[in-house]
């Protein structure tokens, strides 16, 4: 072996000694040229050495001084190149590169001071060598992986001739951390591997004329940078381990050294290895280091653009094309979650889904409802476990071209499913990035969906309270008619004979007929009819509504001070004083008085409907006598009937007052002004 060593640390020799003479009469006069020559010459004088360190031991040292420089000028390499430095002053004032030279300095200083006067330092050298192999392996890989297509055809021997050597250096110093020595074996080796390396180095040295290389920055060259810099790290803290465990296990040490080792490094492999934990490291890295994929602001401002312009007037379908658009997604398919885990679908695009769906979807429903995770069909099949406790037959998805479901959410309840195909213009799996807009479109869109069916059904119900307030009204009108129709029936027998009756009764049928007339039509149109303003006689109006409600008691007495003509609707104005006189009554025991007094002044009428019943209370006033639907009354009455009279006179902008004492009586006020 030793011979061997001889005629390999010879043969690199002559190797590097040809190669200086060639960098010589290339003349670079480049920073980057020079530092390959300082490179190439420090390796020379190390291999020269190891010739005669065959016999003499104690050079070893001297060749680590020589391995030192050589470190240093081929990382000074490949910086510069990275960095695309062409002058001295550039060197020195990259960052980069002021930065490698600090940290070496320190370490290297550190690590030589321990070597020489520290009993047993010789470790603090292998762990040195260590570092910056694997620092100058990082390095290489990054500039390698960094560089544009084109610079990676000159760049390649020159990464596989130093990549070689600092791996090989790497393992070498490894084990003689862990050992505390030097393998003779893999010492005498690599002088093979140096001399090997040279042809390469000559054949970048041509490919590269100034040693500039255009750098990009990659997710991926950081991820697998950063993989390799956990493998190095990792190997380092395996070297200190063994290093502890051989410096304190005595006879044993050795041999739990290389079990150590060699379980470690079966860790480690399982480690690299190991598809889930490769992803979450790129997932972090690019989490971390990068700029998102998509500009979030962007996306959201497009997404809402969408949703307001909802052409078709299906919201189901707005959403289904928001999301489609946002990922480039030809077909897709909303269903909804029923009662008794049946499914429906609320939009299709370009897909039509049968029951062998539907039953897939229940063995997701669960799995959706724990993690709210979206789910890639395609990972699914590539990846076992990707999902776990999840089942389904990724063949009937296949069938219908589906690839990726997106769980709706609505309050923590499942809602329904996005079932959407790949996207049309990328074929891989669905990233982190990709998940996370999935994940904040499907939440945008679980509330505009949420929001829409709550409009629906808002709108329903203003149809139904609508109709319900419009029959309630009718319902108070059909009152006013049979009361007229009760009049005529009550004083029938009395007055049968009499003509005026006679003409009076069929002038109310004529009336109560036009009043079920205008009854019918608003049942029928579902509004209420407009009817017209016509000038009418004040005081003839009130006589009549008074000799309407006479036929209760108490009897009504009216005060008129003078003829009063104006404009103003004639059936609800009659059933709103008719109404008022009728609360007066009912609140007033047949012994007491109802008193309606009528003035014309400022061309606004007035008119005060006064008793002395049992009145009201400032709180029932304040809170409920003019609220719709609420009545003192039970069943026999509508609630309606203040409010109508409050909403009839402030549209002709006048004023309802109300004046009332408890046990005392109460007085209305009413102020309408006279109107063309």
């Known amino acids: 072996m030793e011979l061997l060593g001889l005629f390999g640390y010879i043969f690199a020799s002559c190797a590097y000694f040809i190669f200086i003479l060639l960098l010589l009469a290339a003349r670079n006069r480049t920073v980057s040229g020079t530092l390959v020559l300082l490179a190439s010459s420090a390796a020379l004088a190390s291999f020269t050495t190891g010739i005669f360190q065959l016999e003499h031991q104690s050079l070893i040292k001297t060749i680590l001084v020589f391995e030192t420089l050589k470190c240093l000028f081929w990382s000074l390499i490949i910086l510069a190149t990275r960095a695309g430095v062409q002058t001295l002053k550039d060197l020195f004032n990259s960052t980069a590169i002021k930065q490698y030279l600090s940290i070496w300095t320190f370490i290297t200083l550190a690590s030589w001071y321990s070597a020489i006067y520290v009993e047993g330092g010789t470790k603090f050298l292998f762990m040195l060598f260590l570092v910056l192999n694997l620092w100058a392996l990082v390095m290489l ?3 390698y992986r960094n560089a544009e297509l084109k610079s990676r055809w000159a760049l390649k021997p020159f990464v596989i001739a130093l990549g070689t050597v600092f791996v090989f250096d790497f393992i070498m110093f490894a084990q003689a951390s862990m050992l505390n020595q030097l393998d003779f074996n893999f010492w005498y080796i690599r002088s093979i591997i140096g001399a090997a390396s040279v042809p390469f180095l ?7 004329k100034d040693w500039s290389v255009n750098i990009f920055i990659s997710r991926d060259v950081v991820f697998y940078s950063s993989m390799l810099l956990i493998s190095g790290l990792y190997l380092l803290v395996m070297a200190f381990a063994g290093f502890v465990l051989n410096y304190f296990g005595g006879e044993w040490g050795i041999n739990l050294s290389v079990v150590f080792l060699v379980m470690g490094s079966i860790v480690l492999a399982v480690l690299l290895i190991t598809e889930r934990l490769r992803r979450e490291v790129k997932v972090f890295i690019t989490k971390h280091f990068f700029a998102n994929k998509y500009d979030y602001r962007f996306e959201w401002l497009k997404l809402i653009e969408k949703l307001e312009i909802c052409e078709s007037g299906d919201f189901y379908q707005t959403a289904l094309n928001a999301i489609r658009s946002t990922m480039n997604i030809p077909t897709g398919i909303i269903v909804k979650k029923q009662n008794l885990g049946r499914y429906e679908i609320a939009y299709s695009k370009g897909i039509i889904p049968d029951h062998c769906l539907f039953s897939q979807l229940k063995n997701i429903e669960q799995f959706c409802q724990e993690r709210n995770w979206i789910i890639d069909i395609r990972e699914y099949e590539k990846f076992e476990n990707s999902y776990l406790d999840l089942t389904i037959d990724s063949d009937i998805f296949a069938q219908f071209n589906i690839s990726i479901i997106v769980p709706i959410v609505i309050g923590g309840n499942l809602y329904g ?29 679980s509330h505009y969906l949420s929001l829409n069916e709550a409009n629906d059904k808002i709108a329903e119900s203003k149809q139904f309270d609508a109709f319900n307030r419009m029959s309630a009204f009718l319902v108070h009108d059909l009152k006013n008619v049979q009361a007229q129709l009760t009049l005529i029936s009550s004083n029938a027998k009395k007055h049968r004979d009499n003509p005026e009756f006679v003409d009076d009764a069929f002038e109310t049928i004529e009336s109560a007929t036009a009043r079920l007339d205008r009854v019918l039509t608003q049942l029928r149109n579902k509004t209420v009819v407009e009817t017209e303003h016509k000038k009418i006689n004040i005081n003839e109006l009130l006589e009549t509504v008074v000799e309407q409600r006479n036929i209760d008691f108490p009897k009504v007495e009216l005060a008129l001070e003078q003829p009063i003509e104006m404009f103003i609707e004639q059936e609800t104005f009659s059933a709103v004083i008719s109404h008022l006189i ?14 309606i007094k009528v003035s014309f002044f400022d061309e606004r009428l007035n008119i005060a409907i006064a008793d002395n019943g049992c009145g009201m209370s400032k709180s029932f006033i304040a809170e409920r006598l003019f609220k719709p639907f609420d009545t003192t009354k039970g069943n026999a009455g509508m609630g309606i009937g203040v409010f109508e009279a409050k909403q009839f006179i402030e549209s002709l902008g006048g004023s309802i007052q109300v004046i009332s004492f408890e046990d005392k009586g109460t007085s209305f006020h009413l102020s309408i002004p006279n109107t063309n």
């Open 417 to 445: 499913f996005f079932l959407l195909s790949s996207p049309i213009a990328e074929k891989r799996l669905l990233n982190w990035e990709d998940r996370d807009l999935l994940s904040a479109i499907s939440n945008q869109l």
């Open 141 to 143: 890989e990054q500039l």
């Open 202 to 208: 000559l054949v970048s040295t041509r490919r590269m």
């Open 582 to 595: 009728q609360n007066a009554q009912e609140a007033t025991s047949g012994d007491g008085w109802v008193k």
